[in-house]
Structure formats: C-alpha cells, structure tokens
C-alpha cells in the first residue's frame, strides 16, 4: 500500500513537471555544468572534498560566486539555481526536491549532462489537463503512439524498466 501510494506520488512530480514546466521541455539540452560552481574536479566531475572546501570557503566558489551544499550557482536571495553564463533562474528553489533540498528535479537528477527530455518521453496526445494519454497494447503493456514502451508516466523504456532515449 505505501508503495503504491509512493508511485503515485512519483507520478503526480513528474505530471507536474510536464504541466508546469513546458518552457524547460522546450529547452534544447540540460548540461549540469551550466548550474555548478568553480571548484576543483575529479575524473567524474564531482568536487573534490565537497563538504570540507564548501565548508571552508563559506559556500562560495573560487569565483566568489554563492553556491548551495551540492555545489550549484544559486541566488543569494531566493536560493534559486541560476545559470553560471546567464545569470537567468534555471530551477526555481521550491523545485529542488529529493533526499536533500538541493537535488536536481527529475530527470534531470538522472541525467546531468547534454540531456534532452523530448528524447526521453514517448509520442503521445494529451487530455484537457495536458496529461498524456498513456495507450495499452493487447498484452496490458504500455505504450506511445509509436508503439514504444513505456512506464506509468510516459518515459520510454526497455524491457527492463530503464528510462532510454529514442
């Protein structure tokens, strides 16, 4: 019963996020490097030390620049994440969501770099509420107009329930 209440819970986000996000569905790409300070870096981008040179440096990057404790540019006012070229508001604060207050949305929690959320969705017609409107094949299986798998919410999947692109 949790479970099931927890799915639907994870279904209502990423609605949400479609709904009320259209302009970052419209976007080309997401790349992480955009929103994330300037600080030392290992192999697989992530801050050396994090804690400790956050710590030290009072949550500002070797630019100055305010970042919270995951290492994203943020406004010093609204907490807002913001782009590090444009200075424009990337993800608004009260989207920051997950285990900690400051983790990515969905999915851009999943993929960080050079994402596009358009390859990801399936090919589907929306109802008067701009859900999608998630088609059946004979076997009870999911799917878009195209006949691709899909999950629950309408990102396309494989056979083993991964969230792949087109």
Request: proline share 2%; with cysteine; glycine share 6%.
């Amino acid at each position: 019963m949790a479970q099931a209440a927890a799915d639907h819970k994870k279904q209502e986000n990423v609605q949400s996020w479609i709904k009320e996000g259209t302009d970052k569905l419209t976007q080309r790409s997401f790349n992480i490097n955009e929103i994330m300070g300037n600080f030392e870096r290992d192999w697989s981008g992530q801050i050396i030390n994090r804690e400790h040179v956050l710590r030290q440096n009072h949550f500002r990057d070797r630019e100055g620049m305010v970042v919270n404790e995951k290492g994203y540019l943020i406004d010093a006012t609204t907490g807002d994440v913001r782009s590090r070229y444009t200075f424009e508001v990337v993800f608004k604060n009260h989207e920051m969501t997950g285990r900690t207050r400051c983790d990515l949305p969905l999915p851009y929690r999943l993929e960080s770099y050079n994402f596009n959320p358009h390859h990801c969705f399936g090919n589907f017609d929306f109802d008067d509420k701009q859900n999608p409107i998630i088609l059946k094949d004979k076997n009870g299986i999911r799917i878009d107009k195209n006949l691709r798998h899909v999950n629950s919410v309408g990102w396309l999947i494989d056979k083993y329930g991964n969230i792949v692109d087109n």
